[in-house]
């Protein structure tokens, strides 16, 4: 007995002794926040395989030469002022800007980046194809010093476009196009270049101070950032790395963290129950998911009245809304998701995107036409897919659906992420459930996926005339034109249906009330802290 | 007369089975002296060892009970102590020795440590002296090299060793009596006479009474003093060995006796087994149990519960042959006593 | 005893041989690689990525030069965490499984063992019947409904008493003790009901009766006659159980936030990171060979008449 009561006395003494201190959410004292995040970045190394999670410490810890400020509108960065033509850019630097060990930070960090960026071993090689020669270095048909970028001096840097880039400043901002230091690249090399706080350089508002690998990440406010008044926070820290929403809504509950998604129907119930006062806010991820549709030779999907009767007998609302349930998701009726922007508003309220559809008794008439072309009295699809729960409730409903309506038997074939893509890159499906994210705030880069040589379109759709229309977009920059061809896009997408998109996913969130001057954004960091501060406590 | 040792008065005992209430002991008294041995005889099932596992509080309750009865150990009734109360007396006053040698001690400890153990619990020793006890134990129980033999597990034993461990683990707090529970029947007939010959020595050296069950007649004749018979939960005749043996009362001693091999009976006669068996013991008969099976029985065994009948010696019987107003005219030798109700 | 312990062990390395060559060609032949991603990579770009990482060689080359490398004690590089050595994750991720896992492994033993000798005790009344239904409940229920839960209560637990006891795991002691209770949950029950059984078997057995019969309170019977006896069957499942919950749980671990080895597995599995599905399952396989191995040996010292390493 005896012992017992040891034990019990050194397990209250534990108990006490561990107690951390409560809620490190937002800390103003500290000038400190905390957000939890769902997977470890693989690096921090702009050449290496690029991720959203990578991306959000890259957005805070590197500076491209422009830079989305206080506002989130593009504004300088390294760079002070530029100039763009249809021929290419000239960008003038600050002579300010500095990396963390105090180095200035010239035109030859970034060309340095820039050719890394640009070669075949980088898989993300492709966002640097509005330089000149890009492509070719990416297919190593050229050496990586042709490419089309040179330092006059020190502080200025010409760019040579292939074609004309209308969002090339834009495209700045990207991670591949952040400076890297050219002597802890080589120290390090590729592999291991980025993957621990002393591996690199920094030369964005903060620098990464500690990363205890699957365990934690702190960012604190770098010193020698040439803007860091402008910066009041003084840590970023990231206390726990997991993809389970309930853990992450409990830390949120508990104060430890200062934002949360709710990414399931449950967590937002069980936030709903708890009446909390902090409101809910809606994001949007910027992703569209669709249906899309083998169009090699042989495959039933090839056939275009086939693919118009299936996209008749699926509604993309009853997806959302009852097969679904995520907050924050919308049906999308486009590839061109509604948070683009337009010539001058979002491209959604110049172009009227939600073109009507067939009524759903056309349905069987398409199916005949097509049962008819085919030559086939039965028709079995193979759909791919991959996810969770709620994908294979998606999955489920289209399967009845088809069934039901049309007669169709499909076939599931889920499989894990890496081997769907696999699959749907040899063509080994009918049709699948895919799903594109934007690279650059741009339509065209969700109009050239269809594109016939773009590699992802896994369908093979091919069409001339769309073809022609990515690029008449891709040579003007008048903006107004190829805004115009992105909606003839568009309808060409309707009347063939090469995809069916079904929605675009987003998201409800909650944040610490008192956590001021963030963003939530679809390209680059999410959320964006660079500018947060906290309100002090009342 | 010698004083009572352990005195067994009326025990009853019964099991709640699927069935219903065994009544597996109906009655029970006998008694044992200091120094003596008394044999409990009779055929299997028929209580002998519930009897002293009840006393030894070895019957799992439940289902089993004791309903009632006493046992008095020098006078302290063992039945009506706490189980904290009597375990003292178990191992230290009373030991214990089973049939099966081999499965009744724990094949994962040593012969020492298992021997020691009682001397631990009772005598307070330490391990080490226990188990320095524990070789002269061996050493007094004739089994060679002692010493060795104690760090030995039970497997690595025979069975007369074994049953001489076992010996010597009940002797190890020089109790005052020693149960054995047919102690030899597992064993070969060689082996049986030398076990048998240990306990007699021991209790020469020890002065300690023992209570032998047994079904064996020929184990009663060589170690017994005295002898209770006891069939269906109940006693039936007990007495001194040669007054049971010789004298015997009762038709179910006698049909005992004609079912012992023997050799001065002539081979012609053979065996003679007893027909018909045991009564059902959920729901014993009213008059004497052994009605059904006994040669010499009458009307009157089977209605009314038998008086138990005693000669001046103590030799006594539960059979209605004993009765004054009995007809002579029976087949069996029934030894008549003199009469007197008891 | 030593030829026998060389002999299971040459038997052993046969049998992680076998699971890593089943694994790697396995790994293989399923579409995709670790360099796939949702965007397509240019022809060049993945000839250029092929060469770097070797994967333009022929597979049995690949094999051979796999062999090659453990034989050194070298899985490589991780793929998907990059400039990370797939034994520095093993290293890493198992200490922090370990660590879990014999708190959990603690726990279930003395759990299960505690548990079924009251059952066993109690046979067929309440607290038998109460205990078996969570037995029931701990084999049937999977453990992330139960973290879930935990974590959910201790969080509301918090809120409500205004206490600060940890939800996650966050490096301290106490912060593990939830998540190994969750983790031992399911061997705990399932302990338990073979306890159980196993006990019940013995406390009928003669030698207990000779036990009591000697003086013995039932406590002293448990400790050295009832436990030692039924204690056997309870360690055969211990080895096996020991391997696979020190090994890591991922779902406990991305409940809990634990950075131990079950996650780095799995990331590993959904990833095609090659290498370090390489490095986990040989490592995973030679643990629990070697941990069945300790459990025979074990045996021996439990149950004197097992001898290990001696033909009957």
Request: some cysteine; proline content about 4%; charged content about 20%.
């Given at each position: 007995?005896?012992?017992?009561?040891?034990?019990?006395?050194?397990?209250?003494?534990?108990?006490?002794?561990?107690?951390?201190?409560?809620?490190?959410?937002?800390?103003?004292?500290?000038?400190?926040?905390?957000?939890?995040?769902?997977?470890?970045?693989?690096?921090?190394?702009?050449?290496?395989?690029?991720?959203?999670?990578?991306?959000?410490?890259?957005?805070?810890?590197?500076?491209?030469?422009?830079?989305?400020?206080?506002?989130?509108?593009?504004?300088?960065?390294?760079?002070?002022?530029?100039?763009?033509?249809?021929?290419?850019?000239?960008?003038?630097?600050?002579?300010?800007?500095?990396?963390?060990?105090?180095?200035?930070?010239?035109?030859?960090?970034?060309?340095?980046?820039?050719?890394?960026?640009?070669?075949?071993?980088?898989?993300?090689?492709?966002?640097?194809?509005?330089?000149?020669?890009?492509?070719?270095?990416?297919?190593?048909?050229?050496?990586?010093?042709?490419?089309?970028?040179?330092?006059?001096?020190?502080?200025?840097?010409?760019?040579?476009?292939?074609?004309?880039?209308?969002?090339?400043?834009?495209?700045?901002?990207?991670?591949?196009?952040?400076?890297?230091?050219?002597?802890?690249?080589?120290?390090?090399?590729?592999?291991?270049?980025?993957?621990?706080?002393?591996?690199?350089?920094?030369?964005?508002?903060?620098?990464?101070?500690?990363?205890?690998?699957?365990?934690?990440?702190?960012?604190?406010?770098?010193?020698?950032?040439?803007?860091?008044?402008?910066?009041?926070?003084?840590?970023?820290?990231?206390?726990?790395?997991?993809?389970?929403?309930?853990?992450?809504?409990?830390?949120?509950?508990?104060?430890?963290?200062?934002?949360?998604?709710?990414?399931?129907?449950?967590?937002?119930?069980?936030?709903?129950?708890?009446?909390?006062?902090?409101?809910?806010?809606?994001?949007?991820?910027?992703?569209?998911?669709?249906?899309?549709?083998?169009?090699?030779?042989?495959r039933p999907t090839a056939n275009k009245n086939l693919r118009k009767a299936i996209s008749l007998v699926i509604n993309r609302s009853d997806i959302v809304n009852?097969?679904?349930?995520?907050?924050?998701?919308?049906?999308?009726?486009?590839?061109?998701?509604?948070?683009?922007?337009?010539?001058?508003?979002?491209?959604?309220?110049?172009?009227?995107?939600?073109?009507?559809?067939?009524?759903?008794?056309?349905?069987?008439?398409?199916?005949?036409?097509?049962?008819?072309?085919?030559?086939?009295?039965?028709?079995?699809?193979?759909?791919?897919?991959?996810?969770?729960?709620?994908?294979?409730?998606?999955?489920?409903?289209?399967?009845?659906?088809?069934?039901?309506?049309?007669?169709?038997?499909?076939?599931?074939?889920?499989?894990?992420?890496?081997?769907?893509?696999?699959?749907?890159?040899?063509?080994?499906?009918?049709?699948?459930?895919?799903?594109?994210?934007?690279?650059?705030?741009?339509?065209?880069?969700?109009?050239?996926?269809?594109?016939?040589?773009?590699?992802?379109n896994r369908g093979k759709f091919k069409n001339e005339k769309y073809d022609a229309l990515v690029v008449q977009a891709n040579n003007s920059v008048d903006q107004?034109?190829?805004?115009?061809?992105?909606?003839?896009?568009?309808?060409?997408?309707?009347?063939?249906?090469?995809?069916?998109?079904?929605?675009?996913?987003?998201?409800?969130?909650?944040?610490?009330?008192?956590?001021?001057?963030?963003?939530?954004?679809?390209?680059?960091?999410?959320?964006?802290?660079?500018?947060?501060?906290?309100?002090?406590?009342? | 007369?010698?004083?009572?040792?352990?005195?067994?008065?009326?025990?009853?005992?019964?099991?709640?089975?699927?069935?219903?209430?065994?009544?597996?002991?109906?009655?029970?008294?006998?008694?044992?002296?200091?120094?003596?041995?008394?044999?409990?005889?009779?055929?299997?099932?028929?209580?002998?060892?519930?009897?002293?596992?009840?006393?030894?509080?070895?019957?799992?309750?439940?289902?089993?009970?004791?309903?009632?009865?006493?046992?008095?150990?020098?006078?302290?009734?063992?039945?009506?102590?706490?189980?904290?109360?009597?375990?003292?007396?178990?191992?230290?006053?009373?030991?214990?020795?089973?049939?099966?040698?081999?499965?009744?001690?724990?094949?994962?400890?040593?012969?020492?440590?298992?021997?020691?153990?009682?001397?631990?619990?009772?005598?307070?020793?330490?391990?080490?002296?226990?188990?320095?006890?524990?070789?002269?134990?061996?050493?007094?129980?004739?089994?060679?090299?002692?010493?060795?033999?104690?760090?030995?597990?039970?497997?690595?034993?025979?069975?007369?060793?074994?049953?001489?461990?076992?010996?010597?683990?009940?002797?190890?707090?020089?109790?005052?009596?020693?149960?054995?529970?047919?102690?030899?029947?597992?064993?070969?007939?060689?082996?049986?006479?030398?076990?048998?010959?240990?306990?007699?020595?021991?209790?020469?050296?020890?002065?300690?009474?023992?209570?032998?069950?047994?079904?064996?007649?020929?184990?009663?004749?060589?170690?017994?003093?005295?002898?209770?018979?006891?069939?269906?939960?109940?006693?039936?005749?007990?007495?001194?060995?040669?007054?049971?043996?010789?004298?015997?009362?009762?038709?179910?001693?006698?049909?005992?006796?004609?079912?012992?091999?023997?050799?001065?009976?002539?081979?012609?006669?053979?065996?003679?087994?007893?027909?018909?068996?045991?009564?059902?013991?959920?729901?014993?008969?009213?008059?004497?149990?052994?009605?059904?099976?006994?040669?010499?029985?009458?009307?009157?065994?089977?209605?009314?519960?038998?008086?138990?009948?005693?000669?001046?010696?103590?030799?006594?019987?539960?059979?209605?042959?004993?009765?004054?107003?009995?007809?002579?005219?029976?087949?069996?030798?029934?030894?008549?006593?003199?009469?007197?109700?008891? | 005893?030593?030829?026998?312990?060389?002999?299971?062990?040459?038997?052993?390395?046969?049998?992680?041989?076998?699971?890593?060559?089943?694994?790697?060609?396995?790994?293989?032949?399923?579409?995709?690689?670790?360099?796939?991603?949702?965007?397509?990579?240019?022809?060049?770009?993945?000839?250029?990525?092929?060469?770097?990482?070797?994967?333009?060689?022929?597979?049995?080359?690949?094999?051979?030069?796999?062999?090659?490398?453990?034989?050194?004690?070298?899985?490589?590089?991780?793929?998907?965490?990059?400039?990370?050595?797939?034994?520095?994750?093993?290293?890493?991720?198992?200490?922090?499984?370990?660590?879990?896992?014999?708190?959990?492994?603690?726990?279930?033993?003395?759990?299960?063992?505690?548990?079924?000798?009251?059952?066993?005790?109690?046979?067929?009344?309440?607290?038998?019947?109460?205990?078996?239904?969570?037995?029931?409940?701990?084999?049937?229920?999977?453990?992330?409904?139960?973290?879930?839960?935990?974590?959910?209560?201790?969080?509301?637990?918090?809120?409500?008493?205004?206490?600060?006891?940890?939800?996650?795991?966050?490096?301290?002691?106490?912060?593990?003790?939830?998540?190994?209770?969750?983790?031992?949950?399911?061997?705990?029950?399932?302990?338990?009901?073979?306890?159980?059984?196993?006990?019940?078997?013995?406390?009928?057995?003669?030698?207990?009766?000779?036990?009591?019969?000697?003086?013995?309170?039932?406590?002293?019977i448990f400790k050295s006659h009832e436990l030692r006896n039924s204690i056997l069957p309870v360690i055969t499942i211990l080895g096996p159980a020991i391997a696979?919950?020190?090994?890591?749980?991922?779902?406990?671990?991305?409940?809990?936030?634990?950075?131990?080895?079950?996650?780095?597995?799995?990331?590993?599995?959904?990833?095609?990171?090659?290498?370090?599905?390489?490095?986990?399952?040989?490592?995973?396989?030679?643990?629990?060979?070697?941990?069945?191995?300790?459990?025979?040996?074990?045996?021996?010292?439990?149950?004197?008449?097992?001898?290990?390493?001696?033909?009957?």
């Amino acid at each position: 007995m005896r012992i017992i009561n040891r034990f019990a006395v050194l397990f209250i003494l534990l108990l006490i002794s561990s107690c951390s201190e409560q809620g490190n959410g937002v800390d103003f004292n500290k000038r400190s926040v905390s957000v939890i995040i769902a997977a470890e970045p693989p690096t921090l190394s702009t050449v290496g395989p690029v991720s959203s999670i990578g991306i959000f410490f890259q957005g805070h810890i590197f500076e491209g030469l422009l830079r989305y400020d206080e506002n989130n509108k593009l504004s300088g960065g390294v760079a002070e002022k530029w100039e763009i033509t249809p021929e290419g850019a000239t960008f003038h630097l600050r002579k300010n800007a500095k990396w963390s060990d105090g180095r200035v930070v010239t035109a030859h960090d970034f060309i340095y980046a820039w050719r890394l960026g640009a070669s075949p071993e980088n898989e993300y090689n492709f966002i640097t194809f509005p330089m000149k020669n890009a492509s070719k270095i990416a297919e190593g048909k050229l050496t990586s010093d042709k490419l089309g970028v040179t330092a006059v001096d020190d502080f200025t840097l010409k760019v040579d476009f292939e074609a004309p880039c209308a969002y090339f400043p834009a495209l700045t901002t990207f991670t591949t196009y952040m400076p890297i230091r050219q002597d802890s690249f080589e120290k390090w090399g590729a592999d291991k270049y980025a993957v621990d706080p002393e591996k690199m350089f920094y030369n964005g508002p903060f620098v990464l101070t500690e990363w205890k690998h699957g365990v934690s990440l702190k960012m604190t406010k770098n010193n020698y950032y040439w803007d860091k008044e402008k910066i009041w926070l003084n840590e970023i820290n990231v206390p726990a790395i997991t993809d389970q929403s309930t853990t992450r809504f409990n830390m949120f509950i508990s104060k430890d963290v200062c934002m949360v998604n709710l990414e399931d129907s449950n967590s937002l119930k069980s936030a709903l129950k708890r009446r909390l006062e902090t409101p809910m806010k809606s994001f949007s991820s910027g992703f569209i998911s669709y249906l899309e549709f083998n169009n090699r030779e042989g495959r039933p999907t090839a056939n275009k009245n086939l693919r118009k009767a299936i996209s008749l007998v699926i509604n993309r609302s009853d997806i959302v809304n009852k097969v679904l349930g995520i907050p924050g998701y919308k049906p999308g009726s486009t590839m061109f998701p509604s948070w683009l922007g337009g010539y001058e508003k979002l491209l959604h309220e110049e172009y009227d995107f939600n073109l009507p559809l067939e009524s759903l008794s056309e349905a069987q008439k398409y199916l005949a036409l097509a049962k008819e072309e085919l030559g086939m009295e039965e028709i079995t699809l193979t759909y791919l897919y991959s996810g969770g729960p709620s994908t294979d409730g998606m999955a489920v409903y289209i399967q009845e659906q088809l069934m039901n309506k049309l007669g169709i038997k499909v076939n599931l074939d889920k499989q894990i992420f890496k081997i769907r893509i696999a699959k749907s890159l040899s063509g080994e499906f009918d049709f699948l459930g895919g799903g594109w994210g934007p690279d650059y705030n741009d339509p065209m880069t969700f109009g050239d996926l269809l594109a016939s040589w773009n590699q992802n379109n896994r369908g093979k759709f091919k069409n001339e005339k769309y073809d022609a229309l990515v690029v008449q977009a891709n040579n003007s920059v008048d903006q107004k034109e190829r805004m115009d061809c992105f909606y003839e896009m568009h309808k060409i997408l309707h009347e063939e249906v090469p995809v069916f998109p079904i929605f675009e996913s987003g998201g409800i969130y909650l944040a610490d009330p008192r956590l001021k001057g963030f963003f939530r954004n679809i390209i680059g960091s999410d959320p964006q802290l660079t500018y947060a501060r906290i309100e002090e406590d009342e | 007369m010698a004083e009572k040792v352990l005195d067994i008065q009326n025990l009853k005992v019964e099991f709640d089975t699927h069935g219903g209430i065994v009544q597996a002991v109906r009655g029970v008294s006998y008694s044992v002296e200091k120094g003596k041995t008394l044999a409990v005889v009779g055929e299997s099932g028929c209580g002998k060892s519930v009897t002293v596992q009840s006393i030894m509080g070895l019957i799992p309750k439940p289902p089993g009970r004791v309903t009632q009865g006493k046992a008095l150990l020098n006078g302290v009734d063992l039945l009506s102590l706490s189980d904290k109360e009597s375990r003292q007396y178990r191992g230290r006053d009373i030991g214990m020795i089973f049939q099966d040698a081999m499965s009744s001690l724990n094949p994962t400890m040593t012969v020492g440590e298992q021997i020691a153990e009682t001397l631990q619990i009772h005598k307070g020793m330490s391990k080490q002296d226990a188990l320095k006890k524990a070789v002269n134990l061996l050493d007094l129980t004739r089994i060679p090299e002692a010493h060795k033999r104690i760090k030995q597990y039970p497997f690595e034993f025979s069975g007369g060793m074994l049953q001489r461990a076992m010996i010597a683990m009940s002797i190890a707090c020089k109790p005052q009596v020693l149960i054995a529970d047919e102690p030899t029947t597992a064993l070969d007939v060689t082996v049986q006479d030398q076990v048998l010959e240990l306990m007699k020595d021991l209790q020469r050296e020890e002065g300690m009474a023992i209570i032998l069950i047994t079904h064996d007649l020929g184990v009663v004749a060589k170690m017994a003093d005295d002898v209770a018979v006891m069939y269906a939960g109940e006693i039936v005749e007990s007495g001194t060995v040669d007054e049971v043996f010789y004298k015997s009362a009762h038709p179910y001693t006698l049909g005992l006796k004609s079912a012992m091999p023997s050799m001065e009976r002539n081979s012609h006669t053979g065996l003679v087994s007893i027909d018909g068996t045991p009564p059902d013991l959920f729901n014993p008969p009213q008059g004497c149990a052994y009605t059904a099976r006994c040669p010499a029985a009458m009307k009157l065994c089977r209605s009314r519960k038998v008086e138990i009948f005693s000669s001046e010696s103590g030799h006594r019987s539960q059979c209605w042959l004993h009765h004054k107003e009995a007809p002579v005219s029976v087949t069996a030798p029934i030894n008549r006593f003199s009469g007197a109700e008891v | 005893m030593s030829k026998y312990v060389f002999k299971r062990l040459l038997s052993g390395f046969f049998t992680v041989f076998f699971i890593a060559t089943v694994t790697f060609f396995g790994m293989h032949a399923i579409p995709g690689d670790p360099l796939s991603s949702d965007k397509v990579m240019s022809e060049a770009s993945k000839e250029a990525l092929n060469k770097k990482y070797g994967f333009d060689k022929p597979l049995y080359e690949q094999y051979f030069i796999f062999l090659k490398n453990t034989a050194q004690g070298d899985f490589g590089m991780s793929f998907t965490k990059k400039g990370q050595d797939v034994n520095d994750i093993i290293k890493q991720g198992f200490s922090e499984s370990a660590k879990l896992g014999v708190l959990a492994i603690l726990f279930a033993a003395f759990g299960g063992i505690l548990w079924g000798a009251l059952t066993a005790k109690y046979r067929n009344k309440w607290p038998d019947y109460l205990i078996m239904i969570f037995v029931i409940l701990g084999i049937s229920v999977p453990s992330f409904v139960f973290a879930s839960f935990a974590q959910l209560f201790i969080v509301f637990l918090n809120q409500e008493l205004n206490l600060v006891f940890p939800y996650r795991g966050d490096g301290s002691f106490v912060s593990l003790l939830v998540p190994a209770l969750v983790l031992g949950l399911g061997t705990m029950a399932f302990l338990t009901r073979l306890m159980r059984s196993s006990l019940l078997e013995v406390i009928n057995s003669d030698f207990v009766r000779t036990a009591k019969a000697k003086g013995l309170n039932s406590w002293q019977i448990f400790k050295s006659h009832e436990l030692r006896n039924s204690i056997l069957p309870v360690i055969t499942i211990l080895g096996p159980a020991i391997a696979s919950i020190t090994t890591g749980s991922f779902v406990i671990e991305t409940i809990f936030t634990i950075p131990g080895l079950g996650k780095q597995f799995v990331e590993g599995v959904q990833q095609n990171d090659y290498t370090l599905i390489m490095g986990t399952t040989v490592f995973y396989g030679s643990f629990l060979v070697l941990m069945v191995l300790v459990v025979d040996i074990v045996y021996g010292f439990v149950d004197p008449r097992i001898k290990v390493g001696e033909s009957k």
